[in-house]
């Protein structure tokens, strides 16, 4: 027990998700980035995903995006207001693992941040469907945010 105490202290952020999500026995949720087609906020694509493509609950997404489950019934009410129908699914080899999103980046940031390991500006532009130039304002916004994080330490 106390070896398995000292594995976890060791794990960063990202390993440890991964390490309980193994220990449930679920696999990472993928976040299609074909949805981003639709002409909705980050937010709003992904809440509206996982309740209609997963039928996840309001509170099980508020808990798996950090948001509260109030905010993410209003999320999903102002998305189907803006875009009754349902959103295109395509599999991608760039879909978005849904532990990407935590508190101190927005959707998008996260998002963007995710796929910029990767891609370049251009190409994460053309998959999200923004401009390039929305995309660097959002990556260095997004780098800003997690340097400031990590001088906190």
Not at 42 to 69: D, F, Q
Not at 103 to 127: C, D, F, P, W, Y
Request: positive net charge; proline residues 3%; hydrophobic residues 35%.
């Amino acid at each position: 027990m106390d070896s398995m105490k000292s594995y976890i202290r060791t794990l960063d952020k990202e390993k440890l998700i991964d390490f309980f999500m193994s220990q449930l026995g679920e696999q990472t949720v993928k976040i299609p980035v074909s949805i981003f087609e639709a002409k909705l906020s980050s937010l709003e694509l992904i809440v509206k995903y996982l309740k209609e493509e997963r039928e996840w609950s309001n509170k099980k997404i508020a808990l798996t995006i950090l948001r509260t489950p109030q905010n993410v019934w209003i999320t999903y009410r102002n998305a189907c207001r803006k875009h009754p129908g349902k959103l295109k699914i395509k599999t991608s080899q760039y879909d978005l693992p849904i532990d990407i999103f935590d508190n101190k980046l927005s959707m998008l940031e996260g998002v963007v941040m995710h796929l910029r390991k990767t891609l370049s500006n251009e190409q994460t532009a053309k998959l999200l469907h923004r401009s390039p130039k929305t995309i660097t304002t959002v990556y260095n916004r997004g780098r800003k945010k997690d340097n400031f994080e990590s001088n906190k330490d």
